[in-house]
């Protein structure tokens, strides 16, 4: 098992610029989510899903759209970059009792 | 709405002193609780976890938990610090699905020689 995989590890954007995270788990669940982590501020929910077709904003969308096709993957869209999204994001995958998560993906935006 | 909090934004300690790393969630129905490491530019690393029975939780690196309903605190203890603790800790809830998984701010861990 691979668990949950992220890609790109690092990237860099120029404001204005769009691009998709990529996120896959081979656990087969339901859930799956995306994080933002900035420093002193923990991981703050920006999206998640409960299953195929079905998402829902977390504590702070605006900015990111996502979309969930199949049970394994969830991508993360970022339709016009700005330097206020420059953190790092960690893609989970949950069970009734714990989350998993990626190894995250490092984003910076000029 | 759940929280968890983590008193101590940055906590230092000698080497081979014990280390103390508080948390405190909020919420009407006890939670599972975790402890996550992150060393630098690392993603996270679950240390160890509540969900139920016994109380005082043990996790890898010789850290270890206790879950105390009467407090609603499940702080981590180390009794001797090593140089390799030096890390970023979050403690985090969870009840139900990940929509209830909530995360500490994080508490920074140093070691001194």
């Known amino acids: 098992n691979a668990g949950v995989t992220q890609t790109p590890k690092f990237q860099v954007l120029k404001t204005g610029q769009s691009m998709t995270l990529q996120c896959a788990q081979d656990?087969?669940?339901?859930?799956m989510s995306w994080y933002r982590q900035d420093p002193g501020m923990g991981l703050r929910l920006i999206h998640y899903?409960?299953?195929?077709?079905?998402?829902d904003q977390g504590e702070v969308p605006n900015g990111y759209n996502v979309s969930r096709s199949t049970t394994e993957d969830f991508p993360l869209r970022l339709l016009s970059a700005a330097p206020s999204q420059t953190s790092v994001y960690f893609c989970?995958?949950?069970?009734?009792?714990?989350?998993?998560f990626g190894p995250g993906t490092r984003l910076t935006v000029l | 709405a759940q929280s968890v909090t983590q008193l101590g934004s940055h906590v230092s300690v000698s080497e081979g002193a014990l280390v103390l790393l508080r948390c405190n969630y909020s919420?009407?129905?006890?939670?599972?609780l975790f402890w996550y490491v992150q060393y630098p530019n690392q993603g996270l690393q679950l240390l160890l976890k509540?969900?139920?029975?016994?109380?005082l939780v043990k996790g890898i690196n010789g850290f270890e938990a206790e879950f105390k309903k009467s407090e609603t605190s499940f702080h981590l203890t180390k009794p001797s610090a090593h140089m390799s603790d030096a890390a970023e800790y979050f403690c985090?809830?969870?009840?139900?699905?990940?929509?209830?998984?909530?995360f500490g701010p994080g508490t920074r861990l140093s070691v001194l020689p």
């Open positions: 989970a995958s949950s069970s009734l009792r714990e989350q998993f």
């Open positions: 656990m087969n669940h339901e859930y």
């Open positions: 899903s409960v299953g195929a077709g079905i998402t």
């Open positions: 919420s009407s129905v006890p939670p599972y």
């Open positions: 509540y969900t139920t029975g016994a109380t």
């Open positions: 985090a809830a969870m009840n139900g699905y990940g929509q209830n998984f909530v």
